[in-house]
């Protein structure tokens, strides 16, 4: 049995990186869609096989005017990294998002 390795960061990301596209809403058609931006993340050691991860929402700005909508997901999970996909619907205007991962794997 291979023993485990546990890596973890924390990532921040908002208006200042570029393709930021979370903090706009193109026009009123366009308000009750899903806005997405993604964010590539890569493990410092690569694992021997494809682990578990975790995101855990840390922080968030976002705009007072409407709901707070946010979802954190991680996507394409690998021995090598992982891509987590902050997503935002329904008009609401996020400025930035703060989170941790968690990966557990042999």
Sequence with gaps: MD???ILSASVGVGVLTPDWNLDRV???E???ESRHYTVEVFFASPFNYT???TLSLTGFDIDQRDGGRVSLKARNVNPGGFTAEISTWHGSRVYA???NWLAIGP
């Design 3 to 5: 023993p485990l390795q």
């Design 26 to 28: 193109e026009s009123v």
């Design 30 to 32: 366009s308000e009750h």
């Design 51 to 53: 682990p578990v991860v």
């Design 97 to 99: 998002v703060e989170f």
